[in-house]
C-alpha cells in the first residue's frame, strides 16, 4: 500500500471549495454574519442613519419617564407640565406650549440661501405650537411603539412557536388553532378596537399590538422547530440526559436565531406603519400625546395651505419604514447560509489568480486543468 499524499489531499480539497466558501475560512458564525452585514452598504447607513433619529428625537425635546404624560396645571398654575418625570432637552421650544407666530401662516424659518435655521425650523400651526418640538415628541412615541411591540411579539413568538414545533401533538394543535384565529381578523381592526378601549395611551397601545402581532413568528419558529428537532444534535442531546428547556432553549433555539431576528425587523416595519394607520384614523395615541401619525391627522385640512405640517411627519415615517425595512434585509442576506454574495472585482480577480496558481500550476486564468494549456 502507498501513502496518501497530505499535500495533495489538502489541494483537492481546496478545489472543492468555491471562493465564497474559501473567503470565511476559519472564522466564527458571528464573524460570517458580521462581514456579510457589513457588506450591505443600505443596511450599514440605515442603521446609522436610525441611530441619528433616535438619538436626535429623544436628546432635541428631552423624554418623560413614568407618570401619564398628561398636561397638568404647575404649582403656580400658570402654565401647564407634563405629569411625569421630564428630563429637558435641548431645544428651547416644547411641544405643548403656544407661541407667537413668527412669520405669516407659521411658515418654516430655515432656509437654504442663506442659511438660517431660526427658533421654528419646521413651522408652526395656527396655534402657535412649534411643529418642530411635536414632530420630535410623535417621534419618540411611535419609536416606542416599534421598540415595545417588537419586544414582546418576538418573545411570545418565540416561546409559543418553539413549544409547538418541539412538542407537536396537542400542544402544537391549541398553539396553532389560537394563531389561525388571531389572523383571521386583520390586525388594523384588532389594534383600533384595542386603542379605543384603552383611551390612546401610547405604552398600553405598544403592549396591546404586542399581544396580537406575534403571529409570524410564531408560525416561523415552528417550521423552523419542526426540522431542527429531528437533527443529530437533538438526538444526542436526548442521549445525554439534556431536559427538554435545554434542549429548546440551548441546542435549537440558538439556530433559529437568524429568522428571528429578520423577522422581528420586519415586524418593527409594519408597526410603525400600523401604529400611524391607528393614529391617522383617531384609534391609536391622541391627545394630550402626539404622534406621527396623529399630527398628520391633527392638521390634515391645512394640506393646501400649509404643506410643511404634512411634509416633516411623513418624511420621518417614511425614513424609519425604510430604515428598518433595510436593516432587516440586510440581517436576512447575512444570516442566510446559501447567501453568495459575489465579491467585488479586485477580490474577485486576485482570489481566481490565488486559485489557479495554488491549485493548477502552469495553467493561466481560464483554461480548464489537464486540457494542455499552458502559460506561453
Known amino acids: 500500500m502507498t501513502d496518501k499524499n497530505p499535500i495533495a489531499d489538502e489541494q483537492s480539497v481546496g478545489q472543492e471549495l468555491s471562493i465564497e466558501q474559501r473567503a470565511t475560512v476559519g472564522l466564527s458564525q458571528g464573524a460570517i454574519v458580521r462581514r456579510r452585514f ?26 418623560v419617564i413614568g407618570g401619564t404624560g398628561k398636561l397638568t396645571p404647575d404649582l403656580t398654575g400658570t402654565r ?80 409559543l412557536g418553539a413549544l409547538a414545533g418541539y412538542y407537536r401533538g396537542w400542544v402544537d394543535q391549541v398553539i396553532m388553532r389560537i394563531t389561525d384565529v388571531i389572523i383571521i381578523v386583520p390586525l388594523l381592526i384588532l389594534g383600533a378596537v384595542l386603542g379605543q378601549t384603552i383611551g390612546g395611551d401610547a405604552f398600553l397601545l405598544a403592549v396591546m399590538i404586542g399581544l396580537i402581532a406575534w403571529t409570524g413568528m410564531a408560525r416561523l419558529v415552528r417550521a423552523e422547530f419542526l426540522s431542527l428537532r429531528e437533527r443529530e444534535f437533538v438526538d444526542a442531546a436526548r442521549v445525554a440526559g439534556a431536559s427538554d428547556f435545554r434542549i429548546i432553549f440551548r441546542h435549537i433555539l440558538p439556530n433559529t436565531v437568524g429568522v428571528i431576528v429578520v423577522s422581528a425587523t420586519l415586524l418593527m416595519s409594519a408597526v410603525i406603519l400600523l401604529e400611524t394607520s391607528l393614529s391617522f384614523l383617531g384609534f391609536g395615541i391622541t391627545d394630550p400625546d402626539i404622534s406621527l401619525g396623529q399630527i398628520i391627522s ?21 425614513i424609519i419604514a425604510l430604515c428598518i425595512n433595510f436593516i432587516g434585509d440586510g440581517l436576512r442576506d447575512a444570516f442566510d447560509p446559501r447567501q453568495k454574495r459575489v465579491p467585488r472585482q479586485r477580490s474577485l480577480g486576485s482570489e481566481i489568480g490565488n486559485f489557479f496558481k495554488a491549485y493548477v500550476p502552469g495553467s493561466r486564468p481560464g483554461a480548464r486543468p489537464g486540457d494542455g494549456t499552458s502559460n506561453k
Open 298 to 318: 391633527q392638521y390634515n385640512e391645512a394640506f393646501k395651505t400649509r404643506p410643511w405640517l404634512f411634509w416633516w411627519p411623513g418624511l420621518f415615517i417614511v
Open 38 to 63: 457589513l457588506q450591505h452598504r443600505g443596511a450599514v447607513v440605515s442603521v446609522f442613519v436610525l441611530l441619528f433619529l433616535v438619538l436626535l428625537a429623544f436628546t432635541s425635546v428631552g423624554t
Open 80 to 159: 401647564l407640565i407634563v405629569d411625569g418625570f421630564r428630563i429637558p432637552g435641548w431645544w428651547g421650544s416644547t411641544w405643548w406650549e403656544r407661541y407667537d407666530i413668527m412669520l405669516p401662516g407659521g411658515a418654516p424659518t430655515f432656509t437654504w440661501w442663506p442659511f438660517t435655521f431660526g427658533e421654528h425650523p419646521f413651522g408652526q400651526d395656527n396655534t402657535g405650537k412649534d411643529v418642530f418640538a411635536r414632530v420630535m415628541r410623535g417621534m419618540q412615541q411611535s419609536l416606542n411603539v416599534v421598540f415595545i411591540v417588537g419586544i414582546i411579539s418576538t418573545v411570545i413568538g418565540v416561546v
